[in-house]
Each structure stands twice: as structure tokens, then as C-alpha cells.
């Protein structure tokens, strides 16, 4: 793993941040915490170098590292303020979840993959990122520490799991992309009332899928 913040990386960052400006990212915390965060320590050695492409690239199972103007189109979406609990489904490379840290949320990160969740829990901490780790099924949410003032799912759900909205506090947002393999559109639940919410819908995105634990 190439552990070196060049400056040459630190460029290429700042390209890549004026890159999803363009592209209709304005949140000016979400744009700080891109330009901070070295997504090259995040990738498999194969695509280090196109590490501030925009673009989503392979990393082990099977899955992916989300393309940075998604990572960063969710986490505007997701209006994280200083100190507020999120739940992340699909902890992948840990890149995201690093993000949100950024913005000051305490997360709770779930990976159903054993080995992307073993292989983060001993690099975030090393690179000094102390999210809570739990290795499981995402569709079930995190009963034990809910409620949750946001959640966030990085994998392509087929529909809205009712444990997700029941897990959210009142005021609290969901973002969640909505679809099946061939496209999702990134969708937003905010909870209103306890059986009240307000859905709204984002564009069209392409995740990997949310994999359930009957289907594994
Ligand atoms: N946020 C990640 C994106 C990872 S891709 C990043 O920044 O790198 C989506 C991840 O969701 C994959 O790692 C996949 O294994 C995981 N996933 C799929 N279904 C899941 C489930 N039911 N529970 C938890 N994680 C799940």
C-alpha cells in the first residue's frame, strides 16, 4: 500500500475537487473533506494511479469504490451536521466513511464482506479514522444502537427496508439508491412522524447490489 501524500496527490485532489464543483457539488464541507482524504490509500495497488479519476474502481469481493462525485452527491444529500450519529451500510474501501468522519459524524459502518470488513477495521484506525465496525447483514440495520439522525446505504437496494425508515429519529434522513443491476435512482427519506415520510428522488445512479444474508 502506498501510504505517501505526495504533493503531486495533493493536486490531483484539488483537480478533482474543481472536477465535482463543476459537475453541480456545492456543499463546501463535503468539497474540504474530498480534498483531504487520500482516496489512493483506499484503492488496490492495480489502480493506484488513477486513484483521482472520477471514477468508481474494483477493490477486493468483488465490490467497488464509489466514484467520488457519488460519494460526495450522497453525502451532500445526507446534510450531516457536527456530532451526528450515522449508520453507513457497505463500509467497502472505508473511503466514505472517512468522509463522513470528516463532517464530524460518530459512524456505525456495516460490511458484509468478511474481507473488506477485516481488512478496514485495522486500516482506518491506522490512518487515525475510530468508526464503530460491524460485520453483517445491512438490510437488518443496527437495532442495538438506534436511532440513527441519518443512514446512509452505498449499495443498490431493491426497495426501502422497513428496519432502515423504523431506525431513523424523527427529523432524520435516509439516502438510499432505489433500484435493480441495471440502475438506481438515489433516493431521499426524510422522517416526518413516526409513520410519516417525505420521499424525494435524486437521478440515476449505478451501485453494486445490496446483497441480502438469505441470498449469500
Ligand atoms: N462506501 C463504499 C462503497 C462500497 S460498495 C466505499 O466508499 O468504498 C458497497 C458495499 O456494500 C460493498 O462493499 C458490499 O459488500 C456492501 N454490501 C452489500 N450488501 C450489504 C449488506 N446487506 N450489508 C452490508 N454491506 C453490504
Do not use: C
Request: no cysteine.
Amino acid at each position: 500500500m502506498n501510504m505517501i501524500d505526495s504533493y503531486r496527490h495533493k493536486g490531483l485532489r484539488k483537480q478533482l475537487v474543481e472536477e465535482i464543483k463543476r459537475k453541480g457539488i456545492r456543499d463546501e464541507n463535503v468539497l474540504a473533506a474530498i480534498e483531504k482524504i487520500p482516496r489512493h490509500y483506499f484503492m488496490n495497488s492495480s489502480f493506484i494511479e488513477f486513484a483521482y479519476e472520477d471514477q468508481a474502481f474494483p477493490i477486493d469481493a468483488g465490490q467497488t469504490i464509489s466514484q467520488p462525485y457519488t460519494v460526495a452527491f450522497q453525502t451532500e444529500l445526507l446534510q450531516v451536521r457536527k456530532g451526528d450519529k450515522v449508520l453507513e451500510i457497505g463500509t467497502g474501501s472505508g473511503y466514505q466513511t472517512t468522509i463522513l468522519m470528516e463532517l464530524g459524524a460518530k459512524v456505525y459502518t456495516i460490511e458484509r464482506q468478511k474481507v473488506l470488513y477485516d481488512k478496514v477495521k485495522s486500516f482506518l484506525p491506522s490512518i487515525g479514522y475510530k468508526p464503530k465496525f460491524f460485520y453483517g447483514d445491512g438490510y437488518l440495520g443496527l437495532h442495538a444502537f438506534a436511532p440513527f439522525d441519518r443512514i446512509l446505504v452505498t449499495a443498490g437496494a431493491p426497495y426501502i427496508p422497513e428496519a432502515l425508515t423504523s431506525q431513523l429519529k424523527i427529523g432524520g434522513i435516509l439516502v438510499i439508491p432505489v433500484g435493480d443491476s441495471m440502475g438506481q435512482e438515489m433516493t431521499t427519506v426524510y422522517k416526518k412522524t413516526e409513520t410519516e415520510f417525505e420521499i424525494k428522488q435524486w437521478g440515476g445512479f449505478r451501485f453494486v447490489p445490496l446483497v441480502g444474508d438469505s441470498e449469500r
